[in-house]
């Protein structure tokens, strides 16, 4: 394999999307553990790798994307490659159970219609930023419990389920701008249209931090009410840290635009993403 297709897999990545696995893992109270670590493993070294190197493939960055500073040119190995790891998480998950298989092809589907010429998701604002909330949140919320508890998808409507589940989109709708703050002129010269352009700079932090705080109270709430342990005071203190980088580069970059930097949102995702990580793990094995 070349270097640059396992660069473009970006599978050090799959850690900023390991939160909604967590939160899954974290509400579950009939752990199936055989099917808890080859779901781990079918979503974050091959379903996701494989929908960024697909989209690496069609977007053909030249500048800074999510997990890659200098992104090498791609070659149709990394087509292929993405094709095979998708192919592989279809064959394991399909041993988990057929509706785990059927949930991650929809995935699949709807990650690979984001950067396809023939539907690109990615060029509309609206219909962009909802896919990739909805699926990269609820949706996974929803197929890593079934396969997690080994249930059908019918017994996850329960407001137990179904509200963390909508917790979790509603984080990423407002977490999703902020990836896309510093990728402006990449976007425009492609013909790409993302919400955070539509914001602006200034509105895409300012949108995220609305959305930030309606799920931040929406998680305390559900914590606090279906806890045994104070968890809802625990998430709010786990995402003190978050809130101090957030607003400190706000405030830098409203002095200065070009604050709003690749080094900045990684930073951001890497700080949210592990306080999210060690507080859901915490609830997990709580």
């Known amino acids: 394999m070349k270097k640059s297709t396992l660069l473009h897999l970006r599978i050090p990545f799959s850690f900023f999307l390991l939160p909604v696995y967590l939160l899954a893992l974290a509400v579950s109270k009939d752990i199936d553990i ?3 670590i080859l779901t781990f ?3 974050h070294f091959l379903i996701y790798p494989a929908s960024n190197g697909y989209n690496s493939y069609f977007d053909k960055d030249e500048k800074s994307i999510g997990g890659l500073k200098r992104p090498p040119q791609v070659s149709k190995e990394l087509y292929w490659v993405s094709l095979l790891l998708d192919t592989l998480g ?4 399909w041993a988990i159970s057929l509706e785990f298989m059927l949930m991650i092809f929809i995935y699949g589907l709807i990650s690979k219609a984001y950067s396809h010429p023939s539907i690109r998701l990615k060029k509309y604002p609206i219909l962009g930023w909802l896919a990739a ?3 990269q949140g609820y949706f996974t919320f929803l197929l890593s419990y079934i396969a997690i508890n080994d249930v059908s998808f019918v017994s996850t409507f329960q407001w137990n389920i179904q509200f963390p589940g909508i917790l979790s989109t509603l984080l990423l709708l407002g977490s999703y701008p902020m990836t896309q703050i510093y ?3 990449e976007d425009a010269k492609r013909g790409d249209i993302t919400i955070s352009q539509k914001l602006g700079i200034l509105g895409t932090f300012h949108f995220t931090s609305i959305s930030f705080l309606i799920s ?3 998680f305390f709430y559900f914590f606090q009410t279906e806890f045994p342990i104070p968890a ?3 998430f709010l203190g786990a995402m003190i840290p978050i809130l101090i980088y957030f607003s400190t580069w706000y405030l830098r970059t409203r002095k200065d635009r070009n604050a709003a930097n690749f080094e900045s949102t990684m930073r951001l995702n890497l700080i949210s993403s ?3 990580n060690v507080v859901f793990a915490y609830l997990a094995i709580s």
Do not use: K
Request: aromatic share 4%; no cysteine.
């Open 41 to 43: 493993l079918v979503l």
């Open 232 to 234: 809802g005071l625990i």
């Open 34 to 36: 055989q099917n808890a």
């Open 183 to 185: 990728q402006h002129e």
């Open 133 to 135: 909330g909805i699926f």
């Open 90 to 93: 279809l064959i394991i998950g």
């Open 216 to 218: 931040s109270v929406g």
């Open 274 to 276: 592990l306080m999210l």
